[in-house]
């Protein structure tokens, strides 16, 4: 994705094993032509491969705002893997959730009423006064 024209994807990392059965589709796109049919299409990006034995294949995606992102790409073909190559491409690297900015406010408060720290005295109190 860009962001005011800056393509956000700087650097794409395809890590697989070159004899596991699991890294089957990445080799597939790595070896037979796809992987150089998306750097032609996407010359913005700095793409490595990465032979890493005996593991399972993944995506690294790094942005211009230096996050990372992984995608497990384990028994995949190689359509699915170019896939998640565009879905990080399209990303912003941005974090998926965003905190609360402020307090949640409901229009049916609790029939219990609202909590204080001093909630749980006050109910043994009142029980010891009903016992009595």
């Not at 150089?36 to 032979?51: D, G, M, V, W």
């Amino acid at each position: 994705m860009a962001l005011r024209g800056v393509w956000q994807l700087k650097r794409l990392v395809i890590s697989f094993c070159d004899f596991s059965g699991s890294s089957k589709g990445a080799r597939d796109f790595a070896l037979k032509g796809q992987l150089e049919e998306f750097i032609k299409a996407n010359p913005q990006i700095r793409i490595l491969t990465h032979i890493n034995r005996g593991q399972h294949p993944y995506l690294k995606g790094t942005y211009a705002n230096l996050s990372e992102h992984s995608v497990g790409v384990k028994n995949q073909d190689s359509k699915a893997i170019l896939e998640a190559a565009l879905t990080l491409r399209n990303a912003t690297g941005r974090k998926t959730t965003l905190p609360l900015r402020n307090r949640q406010v409901t229009r049916t408060p609790s029939i219990q009423g609202t909590w204080t720290p001093f909630s749980k005295i006050r109910a043994t109190t009142v029980r010891e006064n009903i016992e009595q």
